[in-house]
């Protein structure tokens, strides 16, 4: 299988003031196409940032990202969108949606943004979100759902385009024990019969029988 993600000595150094803060210091990590990754460690570790690098949004202060078989450079901001709308789909703990858009309009805009639009972006959009089990709720507004709903519009946003990385931060935090699980067969899933690399972080210990490995991150290092 090949690898849809990977880090090399990955650091992140922010300042504040005139000190340094070194929130990551030498991550590697290494996730295949059709493999779960779980992400565990408490607050203040460096999982969250990492994620955030991994994801194109932030840049390392040193260190190698390679998405997609694509290196990351640091040196090319303008890079980053190119990569996160190509590569990337993104699931997060505040669902993130656009309370004015429908649950069907929320995917097609996703989808808007990766270039495709019309007929074949409305057809994808009802295709993805049938998948999570919404063909009941396509023109819903986000307050008319509930949290387990609304998490999956955003899991059938990032799945949009079909994107090889799908990257999870907390998808189960605001979710009860039954609706957290059935999201977490939707990202079993994704990777088992998708063939997506997914990186899930999370405290949710429900997460780990379907990872495929359990990591650990303690002061911005990965604990194998």
């Known amino acids: 299988m090949r690898n849809v993600l990977e880090t090399a000595n990955v650091t992140k150094v922010f300042r504040e003031g005139r000190e340094e803060v070194h929130v990551l210091n030498g991550v590697s990590l290494e996730l295949k196409a059709g493999e779960i990754v779980a992400l565990e460690g408490p607050s203040g570790s460096g999982k969250t940032t990492f994620l955030s690098i991994v994801g194109c949004i932030l840049t390392p202060s040193s260190g190698r990202v390679v998405v997609d078989g694509e290196p990351v450079d640091p040196k090319r901001p303008e890079q980053l969108p ?66 387990g709903q609304k998490q999956r519009v955003a899991l059938a946003r990032a799945l949009a385009g079909g994107p090889p990385l799908l990257l999870a931060d907390e998808p189960t935090a605001n979710l009860d024990t039954n609706i957290g699980g059935q999201v977490i067969e939707l990202f079993r899933q994704s990777a088992k019969q998708h063939g997506r690399g997914v990186l899930i972080v999370t405290h949710d210990p429900n997460v780990r029988p379907i990872a495929d490995r359990v990591l650990q991150i303690r002061d911005g290092k990965i604990i194998h």
């Open 82 to 147: 190119e990569i996160r709308k190509k590569s990337i789909g993104f699931v997060f703990q505040q669902y993130n949606l656009f309370p004015s858009l429908t649950a069907l309009e929320n995917v097609q805009y996703a989808l808007k943004i990766k270039g495709k639009t019309g007929r074949p972006a409305r057809t994808e959009a009802e295709r993805v979100l049938e998948s999570v089990g919404l063909s009941d709720r396509l023109h819903f507004l986000p307050r008319d759902l509930s949290g």
